[in-house]
Nanobody, 119 residues
Framework: QVQLVESGGGLVQSGGSLRLSCAASGRFSSINTIGWYRQAPGKQRELVATITSGVNTNYADSVKGRFTISMDKNRIAVYLQMNSLKPEDTAVYYC?????????????WGQGTLVTVSS
């Protein structure tokens, strides 16, 4: 069983910064793609940023230039540095990871962490 534990959400004023963390635990061989999605009230879950093979990054247009995704050197944790936050960034942020175990591939979600940006 692979689990993701997120941390780092909270309340911040517009223009401020937050750093989200997500760590994977359990039995797995490797993580191929890991990243962040968010869901605002009344809206569908959307991609924020992902990182593949530890180096290839992908960002939503709405966060390009403000958010930076990175992985630790052991490639079991992912971070999202969020700068110049806007009220429209308010959402529950979910970590998602896809990778391989000995017997099968896996895809898991974290429990979510709330980010609130006040104007």
């Amino acid at each position: 069983q692979v689990q993701l534990v997120e941390s780092g959400g909270g309340l911040v004023q517009s223009g401020g910064s937050l750093r989200l963390s997500c760590a994977a635990s359990g039995r797995f061989s490797s993580i191929n793609t890991i990243g962040w999605y968010r869901q605002a009230p009344g809206k569908q879950r959307e991609l924020v940023a992902t990182i593949t093979s530890g180096v290839n990054t992908n960002y939503a247009d709405s966060v390009k230039g403000r958010f930076t995704i990175s992985m630790d050197k052991n490639r079991i944790a992912v971070y999202l540095q969020m700068n110049s936050l806007k009220p429209e960034d308010t959402a529950v942020y979910y970590c998602n990871a896809e990778g391989r175990r000995v017997v099968a591939d896996f895809a898991v979600w974290g429990q979510g962490t709330l980010v609130t940006v006040s104007s």
